[in-house]
């Protein structure tokens, strides 16, 4: 990693500077498939299963037996813990759900707000070495609670051509049920325009490889509304004098292992402490089955030496990144100047991965500075949100002389008829 000591504001940019990616040979690869799954359906989505996946499917679709049998294949421990995380996360979500309130803006004249669940959605849930079906109730829970009436969650299959038990383990305790063994770009190509077995859907959720990421971006960009722009996961961990070194670097390698294009930063006030963590993340990087790639994210990362909290708050919010560890004696102080973030976790006690798995929030996070103007995942992003308003005759004379002004001046002749026909109406003799 390295190490930068009381750098200048200067230097920021360049030291938390994002892995740069170049995306144009990877946007022409993606175009093809899009185009591809969008003119001939099921059949370019098994032919590029077999290429990418190595899978020969016979049925896109997972029946309702293979979701029992991986139901029985599930360990009973993850079972249980699954279910914990499902308790916490609806929980939360729930939370996030408001009745309408009714507000007389001016005599005669009501508007209110109504939350109501996008019809349709898809979810993208990443296989490979690493199964995130923490991410199945992640999304299918706010899903449910939100109202969405149609849930399809593609995820990509295993040589045998079979969905990791665990994800479809969750998605039967989320009430997920249309569940197609389909990955990569040809995943979000399939939900976003439709296949003979794949409906189409109105946006799609989920994280994943660079080609998910940018067929997301694509179809973002033909009516299909997508979460989030993102990319790489990333950690910002503060430390002072009073944190425990084992902790800080078991919080930045957790996110090192996601991928080599990860990037972890340590904010510290002592250097002392900065020169802990790096020795301790040496001797736990040694231990990890995933070492190889949490050290080439590591090569991405940075630990910081900063004069004190005021410039450390400054620069976490400069970098605005996913997740924020305050593990810091006056964490809670600090959790206070947070402007920029994705998710904070206050104290030595909350780690990064209880927000992952079960704390109750979402691990769908806004990545490479987005934090600054996009909000992670929740209830109200699977719904939308319309407005009413309803005018009686006293709400007419009490805004309409003011909206016939206004449309004057803008020289929009229909709308201030519309409203003066109204007026005269009310004051035939004015």
């Known amino acids: 990693m390295h190490i930068y000591l009381n750098p200048p504001r200067s230097e920021w940019p360049d030291i938390l500077r994002r892995p740069d ?132 969650l593609c995820s990509p299959p295993d040589r045998t051509g079979h969905i990791h038990p665990a994800i479809l383990c969750a998605a039967h305790l989320a009430g997920v049920h249309k569940i197609y063994k389909i990955g990569g770009s040809q995943a979000i190509a399939a939900m976003a325009f439709g296949t003979e077995s794949v409906p189409k859907v109105d946006k799609i959720f989920g994280p994943g490889n660079r080609f998910v990421m940018e067929a997301k971006q694509q179809v973002s960009l033909r009516g299909t509304a997508i979460d989030m722009p993102a990319g790489p996961s990333e950690v910002c961990v503060v430390a002072d004098e009073s944190s425990q070194a084992p902790f800080v670097a078991a919080d930045l390698l957790s996110q090192a292992e996601h991928g080599v294009d990860s990037q972890v930063v340590l904010v510290s006030t002592s250097e002392q402490k900065l020169r802990e963590v790096e020795a301790e993340i040496e001797i736990q990087l040694s231990r990890l089955p995933r070492r190889e790639t949490a050290a080439k994210a590591l090569a991405n990362s940075s630990l910081i030496l900063v004069a004190d909290k005021e410039e450390a708050a400054d620069l976490f919010n400069y970098y605005a990144p996913e997740h924020l560890i305050l593990s ?103």
Request: charged residues 20%; glycine residues 6%.
């Open 21 to 152: 990616i170049d995306t144009r040979q990877l946007q022409a690869v993606v175009k093809g498939v899009l185009q591809d799954v969008e003119e001939n359906g099921d059949e370019a989505v098994r032919r590029y299963e077999a290429q990418f996946d190595h899978a020969q499917l016979a049925d896109l679709a997972v029946s309702d037996e293979e979701i029992a049998e991986a139901v029985r294949q599930t360990d009973d421990t993850l079972r249980a813990s699954l279910a914990l995380a499902h308790n916490n996360i609806s929980r939360f979500h729930a939370t996030q759900l408001h009745a309408p309130t009714k507000v007389e803006t001016c005599r005669g004249v009501v508007c209110w707000q109504k939350s109501v669940g996008i019809e349709k959605v898809g979810l993208y849930i990443p296989g490979g070495t690493a199964p995130l079906f923490s991410t199945v109730l992640m999304l299918a829970v706010p899903a449910r609670i939100a109202g969405c009436k149609e849930i399809v």
């Open 328 to 430: 810091t004696s006056d964490s809670e102080a600090l959790a206070e100047k947070v402007v920029n973030a994705g998710s904070v976790f206050i104290g030595k006690w909350s780690c990064e991965s209880a927000g992952d798995y079960a704390s109750g929030t979402n691990h769908t996070l806004p990545t490479h500075g987005y934090a600054r103007a996009y909000s992670g995942l929740n209830t109200d992003s699977f719904c939308r949100k319309i407005t009413f308003q309803h005018l009686s005759e006293e709400g007419i004379l009490s805004i309409g002389p003011a909206v016939c002004t206004m449309a004057a001046h803008e020289q929009l002749a229909a709308h201030q008829q519309a409203m003066q026909i109204r007026l005269n109406a009310l004051t035939p003799n004015t």
